[in-house]
């Protein structure tokens, strides 16, 4: 067995490895490292490990990331787990590999959703929800809590709500938009102009999104996945209008999306990560039958040792940005914070 970086000549095994893993999300893919390639300052660095006949045994995606503080390798940026593909064996191997490899090019490691062995360069800043999905919309109906239930009702009854599939310029216009009013109140920066518009045109039928509107009026979107049986949350935003949210456009969406899941023979769907602090959002994750684990990350100086990131999004810093970028006109937020997410993100 060998591990090589992947070329050109080994793409069509590399998808066909990728499509066939019952661990592979979307995240795997190529498509989505080049999404990624085209937004942000990333190179794509993937490993694969090969066999003699030059078949593929297992895969890490891995993406060179540039910034101003320097360059790193990381397994992915903007994608919250992405673990090598393979047996044990193989997986022990590619992290290894990665691991001289970052250290001979003198560059720091961040490996998400892998903890090496509980040392101390792993950590759980984040926590993961996933909800276990059952082979029916009604036991999937019957899983939920309560007052998700009855939220949903509550959105359902709204006759001036409908769902339709994002496909239009202006339906990706308006997501940005949404995110934008979203991120911002949140104290956060958002995404450049023409995120969504690029995400729909890379990753084409890989992903699927949804747009709630009111009376014609966008007011709320998400952004899921379905890759084999595994399907993900990757994006969603509702307006910031406390009427518009009473509407609970956020439980007619997430509905939605777990139904087309469960249709589709989906046996998990993933929600996403949050930070511990956010304990109502983590409610409103697990209200659908998630199950609230610690995502570890491992990161490694450019020696190789366990380290701690130096950027927290609940440090004293982020705290003190995100009050200042939360005071900005819209119209100078949208032009000022996509570098910081470029950044610090």
Known sequence: ????????????????????????????????????????????????????DH???????????????????????????????????????????????????????????????????????????????????????GSMRDATRQQLRQAERMRRLSLHRAESPEDFA???????????????ATYPAGFFATLASVLGEKIHAEICRDDGAAIAFFVSSLHGRRAIYHYGASRTDPELRRLRPNNLLYWSALKRAVEAGAESFDLGTSLPTQEGLIRFKEGWGGVTTPLPMTTFD???????????????????????????????????????LREFG
């Not at 067995?1 to 190529?30: G, K, N, W």
């Not at 308006?174 to 956060?188: G, H, Q, T, V, W």
């Open 302 to 340: 450019a020696e190789g040792n366990f380290s701690v990131a130096g950027f927290s999004q609940e440090s004293p810093l982020a705290r003190l940005v995100g009050r200042a970028v939360a005071r900005l006109p819209m119209s100078l937020y949208r032009l000022v914070t996509p570098p910081l």
């Open 55 to 141: 078949r593929i045994l297992g895969v890490l995606p891995l993406a060179e990331r540039r910034r101003l503080r320097g360059r790193s390798l990381e397994a992915l940026p903007f994608s919250h787990r992405v673990e090598p593909l393979g047996e044990p064996e193989i997986v022990e191997a590619l992290v290894n590999d990665i691991r001289r490899r970052a250290v001979a090019a003198k560059l720091p490691l961040v490996l998400r959703g892998v903890d090496v062995s509980g040392e101390a360069g792993s950590r759980a800043s984040f926590v993961n929800t996933v909800v276990p999905l059952p082979d029916s919309v009604a036991s999937l109906n």
């Open 1 to 52: 067995m060998r591990i090589v970086c992947l070329s050109p000549d080994l793409h069509e095994a590399y998808d066909a490895f990728v499509d066939q893993d019952d661990a592979a999300t979307v995240y795997h893919t190529r498509d989505w490292l080049s999404f990624l390639a085209s937004i942000f300052p990333l190179a794509p660095r993937s490993l694969v490990a090969v066999d003699d």
């Open 174 to 188: 308006a997501m940005d938009a949404i995110m934008a009013d979203n991120r911002r109140f949140l104290a956060s």
